[in-house]
């Protein structure tokens, strides 16, 4: 049998001004997804699924994902849509489409991505099978249940399964093509959005409520059970949290289960908190400072590139280059980092120079301004990681601050690595994430958030949504 595979993975935060582009994405071409299966793990764990199985073809059209921004640049979208569907005409019959999407990708003036590509594929291919794997923070609209046979979402977060959601959804896909079983899919909403930082899945009530959902995909008849949150920093009508239960066969058994997981999810609804402690930006710095054990973790919670926020909001540096600046003293502090393409090509033509440097307010002008800093420009990095960005170490008398040419997340060491920085040796590192990821909890002495205003805000109640919602 012959299966189509494809995906558009982007989170799509519709309060950021900026808009997402070619140049942030990484795109992958028909065959090109076999070489760089590990920069997509969702749609690696669909492509080992069908490698491993006999009896399957595997056909790949389109891959395209960025770091989360902006919505994404709607000449854009239209142009991947239509090499995704030329490359699938040209293709001849398949017998399923089966594709790995984020589920909160959102496109300037169209909306829903995802409902606009299944729409448009369920439009020219009507009896064609489609089956998504999908972030836990998609958000599930009435079109993509509408289009689908089958949505599986990751179950952790910090998102460490996404190999497995795609052997998952390929999984589902397999029984039903090789089978001829009827998947059925239930799906149960509650509207209410949460930030990721107060539902990880190692912290309560997540923890129990993902132990539940495994109880109940491990029930006779279920084949896959998943609870996909929505993504609070889009302010869009269907965002809310969805539990979603695939059964063989039994519409009424996949129903009452999504709904006993969406009850329990509403019963709990006033357990969620941050995991972490979180304090206004200047008090979050201060007690960082006064720490003696290192390295203290400062999230920059308001600007995280991860959720698709700026990446260059200059509050928590102007707090260490002005009001906080005796609490600098005598301690090693790193900020990772700040966007700036021009600071970056002015860092690069003055290595070792001490210069005078306008940092970030670019595309934040909302929530701050730039900051004049003196400093040098100490160290730079070329063709950094996955997007090949340009790292720049400024040194300035209160603190060392990264820049980046692109707008990517500081996710783990690397970035440290590349610049000469022992991140162990810090007193403190402010990141521009919300809950850190592994590998930066595991060099954490300690760690807060610092909840500063920005395109990904955790204090929801202070966002422009137009569409209501019940806030967590
Ligand atoms: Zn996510």
Redesign the pocket.
């Known amino acids: 049998m012959r299966i189509a595979i494809g995906g558009f993975f982007h ?1 799509s935060n519709t309060f950021s001004p900026l808009v997402t582009g070619e140049e942030d994405f990484l795109i992958f071409r028909r065959g090109e997804i076999y070489a760089h299966q590990d920069a997509y793990l969702l749609a690696k764990g669909i492509i080992s699924y069908f490698q491993e199985h006999a009896g399957y073809e595997i056909v790949p059209l389109v891959f395209a994902r960025a770091v989360p921004n902006g919505e994404v640049d709607a000449e854009l979208y239209g142009r991947l849509k239509n090499e995704f569907f030329s490359y699938l005409r040209e293709a001849g019959p398949v017998d399923a489409c089966v594709l790995a999407l ?1 589920g ?1 990708m959102r496109v300037r003036g169209i909306g829903s991505a995802e409902s606009d590509l299944l729409l448009a594929l369920k439009s020219a291919y009507p009896s064609l099978p489609l089956f998504c794997g999908l ?4 958000t599930v609209t009435r079109d993509m249940l509408r289009c689908t046979e089958a949505l599986v979402g ?1 179950k952790t ?1 910090p ?1 460490i399964d996404a190999w497995e959601t795609g052997w998952e959804i390929a999984r589902l896909a397999d029984l039903s093509l090789s089978t001829g079983t009827k998947l059925r899919m239930g799906a149960a909403r509650l509207d209410c959005l949460i930030a ?1 930082e107060k539902s990880e899945t190692d912290y309560e009530p997540m923890r129990s409520l993902i132990a539940e959902l495994r109880e109940v995909e491990a029930r006779p008849g279920v084949c896959s059970a998943s609870l996909l ?1 929505g ?1 609070p920093w889009a302010d869009a009508e269907e965002n809310g949290v969805t539990a979603l239960v695939v059964t063989q066969y039994d519409q009424a058994l996949a129903d009452a289960c999504a709904r006993q997981l969406r009850d329990s999810f509403r019963a709990r609804r006033n357990e969620f908190s941050f995991s972490v402690p979180a304090y206004p930006p200047e008090q979050a710095l201060k007690l960082a400072l006064q720490e003696d054990c290192k390295p203290v973790l400062v999230s920059d919670s308001g600007d995280n590139p991860t ?1 698709g926020a700026t990446a260059d909001n200059t509050a928590l540096i102007s707090l260490l280059a002005n009001e906080l600046r005796q609490l600098t003293r005598g301690k090693n502090i790193t900020v990772a980092g700040i966007y700036d393409p021009d600071a970056v090509r002015i860092c690069a033509e003055h290595r070792g120079q001490k210069i005078s440097l306008r940092v970030g307010g670019n595309f934040d002008t909302l929530y701050c301004q730039p900051v004049a800093l003196q400093g040098v420009p100490l160290r730079v990095a070329e063709n950094f990681g996955l997007y090949a960005a340009t790292l720049v170490l400024f040194r300035t008398e209160e603190f060392d601050l990264i820049l980046s040419s692109k707008h990517i997340g500081f996710t783990d060491l690397e970035p440290f690595h590349a610049l000469g920085i022992d991140p162990l040796a810090q007193d403190v590192i402010v990141v521009k994430l919300g809950y850190l990821t592994p590998e930066l909890q595991s060099i954490a002495a300690k760690s807060c958030l610092a909840l500063t205003c920005g395109c990904t805000d955790e204090v929801l109640q202070r966002l422009p949504y137009t569409y209501p919602h019940d806030l967590i």
């Open positions: 989170e984020h909160s972030d836990m923070h998609a990751f977060a998102h990721g949150l993504f959720a």
